[in-house]
Each structure stands twice: as structure tokens, then as C-alpha cells.
């Protein structure tokens, strides 16, 4: 195919694209923008206080320890359960792409699925039953276990952790799945009649080509758990104060949306940076 | 003659409508507006349908008049942010004569400069209450003398406030011995609510969840509304509201008309019946906040919470009302809130 497209390939290209585009440009872009444009606004536009451009928001932001503290939390919260999430998901991925097989790995994906069906704000609240002080957990551990126990597990940051994996791990295990499903099985077996061990085959065969898959799923719990709000809120408690919660405080409780805008490009700004600084490693992998 | 007959139904019909209105109330969850038994009474006896919206904040209810406008017919305001909606042209003056009931309010409440601008009533005083603390009985035998109890050792991590920062602002002025309205020594607040932060379980929100965490056990004592009280110890819930010596944070509630709403005379006939003693009696039995209404209080029994807490005048001496708060100290609370919450 050369590289110049006629002008009936060239219609057609556009007709098969456009929904997509004047659906990124309705659902994503227009919103965006006004964001952006409320961001560095002194007031509310449309209200009836007279308003004008300004940067203070963003100075907000950065003037007040608050936010920073907050948002470094956040940050370390993300990290945190996106390590557990590959550590956890990665091999139940490889489980289930390369040892088990028919039925029950049909029924195993469906249980994987499974949270997807159920919405979220429920799983959470679920979560809160179980873990809270003489809740599910603790009642089942008391029956099976001699000794008497007390978890509290309730409005710790472990809580937000355990909620926040549960509703993540999926990611991490489908894009997993898919990138050693593509990895040949005659591969493995290669490596294994030349007498490599099953760690060297992890370390020098899946990991690397499935490297595509945990990068994927990697970026796919961290950007959104940098601004979760609703577990932090519901499981954290006390401690549960996190740069989302603040977010969502300016939109919903405090009426300050510029300076939620602000807030929120700031992470995207920050999210963007920390992309950015691991683009290499990203490419090096997923090459 | 079959298009006369259509016409003559449609004429109908309108008339109907005009008569009976759908009128759209904006008020907390469970708080007085949405009782099915009074609806039900109020639509038999004028024909209006009451639908029920909800916040979750005061803020969060300014936000919703500010961002629909017209979809409200009746709000609920804290008489602190009466000024403020009222300055933003949010709600209209209300039509007094079409409020019989209105003449019983309790002359203080009626004649309150947080409701009353230039002799037009923007806010029919409806219910007041105290922000106090409740405990929980199995946790306490004898009520606690002091709010020092909430700092005790003994219930760390068995207490709660709720996550609000000029609450927990006022609340902090209380327990410091200073003036809500007019707090001179700020950091003494900050001291006092920083060394609150490790006795807490977690915050509550609502009424609701409140509820839930004193039913599950999770709390000792916990800052609470007295109206909430009355309805939680209707429930069944174990506790008892405490008034200790350093006094309680007093706040007063009011039904006002939105501006931009269409119903006004519809909004006027539902907030009457809100004001009247008959409807206020039934509601005290399931749990509701003290009435604004004189009449109203007059007719409850002897025993009830709310003619108890009405009648003890010790107990209302130690009661500060809340004040209207300016921007910039509602921003400076809201900053010294967060800060406190960020360094968790």
C-alpha cells in the first residue's frame, strides 16, 4: 500500500473516524477544557460575583503545605497498591493462561470479571461490613481461630489498601492475561529442554515478554488511584484524608470549583511527569 | 360536539393542574419534609404533591439553588446562611399573611435579625436545636459533667465528630472556653482539635451514618444534633444527649422560598403546615428537633425531650447561637480543618 491515500479511501477514512473523534471531542474534550478554563478563574463564571482570569489558584495550591503533604500521600498510596496489584495479579494471570485450561479457566475469568458487575460505591460498603470491628472478617476469624483476636482493621490506611487492590486487581490480571496468553508455549518448552530453570524462565522469558501487559495494567490502577476519593472517604476514616477527598471537597462541599480545577490539573500535570520520566523504561519494555 | 367534549376535558385537566401543583422541597435527608404520613395528609387536604430533594451540606444546598434554578419550591436553611442566600438573590420574601401559623412563632425566633431584612421575613423560622455531644449508655452510666470526656484516654478511639470545619471550629471553641462567634485565641482551638485527632474512630457525616456507627458500637461519645437525638432514642438507640458545663453550639432552622420557584403560594401552604402544633406533635413522637412554634411546644406532653430541653432555662443560658460567619473566617476554618486532616 503506498503511502498516498486516494480521495474515496480518504472519505471513507473519515466517515469510519469521525464518530470517534466527535465523541472524544463531546465527551473529553469540551469538559476538559472548561475545567481548564475554570481553573484559572477567580470565581465561578456565570454566577453573579464578577469575575476575572487569575493564576492565584494555582498559587493556592502550592502556597499551602496542605495540598503537597496530600498529594505525596496520595502518591505513595498508588505506588503502594500498584506494587501489591502486580505481585498478586500477575501470577494469577500466569495461572490462568498457562496452566489451567477449558472450563475452569472460563469460570475462573468470570470470577475475575466478577467485581466489574457490581458497582463500586457497593463493594466498597461490602468492605466496610466485613472489616469493621466485630464485622464478617473477625467473627469468621474468631470462630475458627483458639484465641480471641481483634483486627481493627476498619478507617486504617490498610482498609484503603485491601478496598482499593480489590477493585483494581482485575486490571492488572486481564492485561497480564493477555500478554502471556501471545507468549508461544513452545517457548517455554524450548527453554525448559535446554535446562533453564522454572525462576530463569520467569525471569528471562515471561516477564520480559509480557513486560507490555504489566506496564498496561500498572499505569491502569496507578493514574486513578492517585485520585480516589470515595475509598479513602468511606474505609479510611480518620486517616482516609487524601489529595482526591480534597478534590472532591472543593467540588461538592466548599464550592470552590476553581480551584478544584486547579487542584485536579495539578495531579493530571504530576501524573503526566511521572509518565513521562518512566516513558523509557515504558518503551524499552513494551518493545 | 366531540371537540367541544375534548376541549371541555382538557379545560379540566388545566384547571387541575393549576390547582394541585407538584411542589419540590430541599432539605436533608429524614429531617421533617419527607414524612410519608404528612405528605399523604397535606396532598388530601390541598391537593399539592411534595417531592423531596437532598444535600448533604449547606454548601452543597447553595450550590444546588445556585445551579438550578426553578427546580425548588420550599429550602431548608440554617438561619446562618439565610444573609448569605439572600444576598445572592436566592430566595424571595416570604408573604407572612398567607402563613396563619406564623403568628405563634416564638417572638425571638419570628423577629430574628439572621431572617428579618428591612421588615421582610426571607426565612419562616421552622425548628432549633443544639450541636452537643451524645453518648453512648452502655459506655457511660452516668452522662459526663465535661467535654473533657472526649479527650479521656479511656475512650481513645471511640469518638467522633463530624467532618465539618466550622463545627469543629465552634466545637473547639466550646471545649477552649471561648466565644463561637468571636474566637480571639484560634490556636488554642487548633491545639485543642489536633490533640482530638488520635482519640477519633472516623468522622460522621449524616444522621444516617451517625446511626450506624453508634448502633455498631464503634463510638463512646460523639458530637450530635439534638433534634438527630431525639429521633435516634425514638429508634431505640442507646444513648443520651448531654448538655456538659462548657454549653452547646445553638442553631436555628428556617423554610424559605426560592426565588427562581414558580409555586410560590403552593410553597407558602406546605410550609404553614410544616409551622403547624398538629403536624408537630406527631412528628415529636417519631424523634424531631424543637419547634420554632410557641403553640407548638405548648401541646407537647409533659415528658417529651423537647419541652424538657425547652423548659430547663439553666440548660439555655449556657447556649450559644450561631452567628452568621464571614467568608474569610469560614476560608480560615476550612484551612486550619484541612490542615488538621492532612497531617493524619
Redesign the interface.
Known amino acids: 500500500m503506498s503511502g498516498t491515500l486516494t480521495r474515496g479511501e480518504r472519505r471513507r477514512l473519515a466517515t469510519l473516524l469521525s464518530p470517534a473523534y466527535l465523541w472524544l471531542t463531546v465527551a473529553i474534550f469540551l469538559p476538559l477544557s472548561a475545567m481548564l478554563f475554570f481553573s484559572f478563574a477567580s470565581e465561578m463564571p456565570g454566577g453573579d460575583t464578577a469575575w476575572q482570569l487569575t493564576l492565584d489558584n494555582y498559587r493556592e495550591v502550592f502556597a499551602s503545605p496542605t495540598y503537597l503533604i496530600l498529594l505525596r500521600k496520595s502518591l505513595i498510596l498508588a505506588s503502594t497498591v500498584t506494587l501489591i496489584c502486580l505481585a498478586v495479579g500477575f501470577p494469577c494471570a500466569l495461572v490462568l493462561a498457562k496452566s489451567i485450561r477449558g472450563r475452569s479457566r472460563e469460570a475462573l475469568f468470570l470470577l475475575v470479571i466478577l467485581p466489574f458487575w457490581s458497582n463500586s460505591l457497593v463493594r466498597i460498603f461490602s468492605w466496610a461490613i466485613v472489616l469493621r470491628g466485630n464485622g464478617v472478617l473477625e467473627l469468621g476469624l474468631e470462630a475458627v481461630l483458639p484465641f480471641d483476636i481483634r483486627l481493627n482493621l476498619m478507617f486504617t490506611t490498610g482498609a484503603v489498601i485491601i478496598g482499593l487492590v480489590h477493585s483494581y486487581l482485575p486490571y492488572v490480571i486481564l492485561t497480564s492475561y493477555l500478554a502471556l496468553q501471545a507468549i508461544d508455549d513452545k517457548l517455554i518448552d524450548a527453554a525448559r529442554s535446554m535446562g533453564a530453570s522454572p525462576l530463569t524462565i520467569l525471569r528471562r522469558l515471561l516477564i520480559p515478554l509480557s513486560a507490555s501487559g504489566l506496564i498496561a495494567g500498572a499505569v491502569l490502577v496507578f493514574v486513578p488511584i492517585v485520585g480516589s476519593f470515595m475509598e479513602p472517604r468511606i474505609l479510611g476514616g480518620r486517616v482516609g484524608t487524601y489529595y482526591g477527598t480534597v478534590i472532591e471537597d472543593q467540588f461538592v462541599a466548599v464550592y470552590n470549583w476553581p480551584l478544584g480545577a486547579a487542584l485536579s490539573f495539578v495531579l493530571l500535570a504530576v501524573v503526566l511527569v511521572i509518565l513521562g520520566l518512566a516513558a523509557p523504561a515504558l518503551r524499552r519494555g513494551a518493545a | 360536539m366531540k371537540l367541544s367534549l375534548i376541549a371541555a376535558t382538557a379545560l379540566a385537566f388545566a384547571a387541575h393542574a393549576a390547582a394541585a401543583d407538584e411542589i419540590r422541597v430541599l432539605n436533608w435527608q429524614g429531617y421533617g419534609t419527607d414524612i410519608g404520613w404528612s405528605l399523604e395528609a397535606f396532598e388530601a387536604a390541598t391537593g399539592h404533591k411534595v417531592v423531596n430533594e437532598y444535600f ?2 449547606e ?2 444546598m ?2 444546588k439553588l ?1 445551579t438550578n434554578p426553578g427546580a425548588y419550591d420550599v429550602v431548608m436553611i440554617n438561619a446562618a446562611f439565610t444573609a448569605q442566600a439572600m444576598a ?2 436566592l430566595i424571595a420574601p416570604i408573604d407572612t399573611a398567607a402563613i396563619p401559623n406564623f403568628a405563634d412563632i416564638t417572638p425571638n425566633f419570628a423577629g430574628d435579625s439572621k431572617l428579618v431584612h428591612d421588615g421582610q421575613v426571607y426565612g419562616v423560622p421552622w425548628t432549633w436545636g443544639l450541636t452537643s455531644i451524645a453518648v453512648n449508655t452502655g459506655a457511660y452510666p452516668d452522662p459526663p459533667a465535661s467535654l473533657d470526656t472526649m479527650w479521656d484516654p479511656a475512650h481513645q478511639g471511640r469518638v467522633s465528630i463530624r467532618d465539618d470545619a466550622v463545627e469543629a471550629v465552634q466545637f473547639g471553641a466550646l471545649a477552649t472556653g471561648q466565644d463561637i462567634n468571636d474566637i480571639q485565641d484560634l490556636d488554642a482551638v487548633r491545639d485543642k482539635l489536633a490533640s482530638l ?1 488520635p482519640q ?4 460522621w457525616g449524616s444522621e444516617n451514618d451517625w446511626n450506624q456507627y453508634m448502633a ?3 463510638f463512646d461519645v460523639a458530637t450530635y444534633w439534638s433534634g438527630s437525638a431525639a429521633r435516634s432514642i425514638a429508634q431505640g438507640l442507646p444513648i443520651a444527649f448531654v448538655v456538659p458545663a462548657e454549653g452547646a453550639i445553638g442553631w436555628l432552622d428556617s423554610l424559605s422560598i426560592p426565588e427562581s420557584s414558580t409555586r410560590k403560594e403552593a410553597a407558602a401552604q406546605f410550609i404553614d403546615w410544616m409551622i403547624d402544633p398538629e403536624f408537630y406533635v406527631k412528628w415529636d413522637l417519631e424523634g424531631a428537633p424543637t419547634s420554632a412554634n410557641a403553640k407548638a411546644i405548648e401541646a407537647l406532653p409533659d415528658t417529651s425531650f423537647n419541652k424538657q430541653v425547652v423548659a430547663d432555662p439553666d440548660l439555655l443560658a449556657r447556649v450559644q447561637f450561631q452567628a452568621p460567619l464571614s467568608d474569610e473566617d469560614r476560608e480560615t476554618y ?2 486550619l480543618w ?2 488538621l ?4
Open positions: 448533604n451540606s454548601q452543597e447553595l450550590t445556585r445572592e438573590d485527632m477519633l474512630r472516623t468522622f455498631a458500637g464503634e476550612l484551612k484541612q490542615a486532616k492532612a497531617a493524619q
